[in-house]
């Protein structure tokens, strides 16, 4: 039989997989449209802006699922 911890354990990694996925989506759909590349350096330059928003996505969202630990 499970306890209960378990099931809220579960549920924040259940929750923090979402929130990955989303912060890894939504940074790019918004690196694309903000760098709009049209070449090889627009390609390199989508690649960079990409990795820093998820970056600070990452960053803040980590911040707050700690704030519920």
Do not use: C, Q, Y
């Amino acid at each position: 039989m499970m306890s209960n911890s378990d099931n809220e354990g579960r549920a924040i990694g259940a929750l923090l997989l979402i929130v990955t996925i989303a912060i890894a989506i939504g940074s790019g759909i918004l690196a694309w449209n903000w760098i709009d590349p049209h070449s090889f350096w627009g390609g390199i330059k989508f690649l960079i802006v990409w990795g820093v928003l998820s970056s600070i996505g990452f960053f803040i969202a980590m911040g707050l699922m700690s704030l519920f630990k």
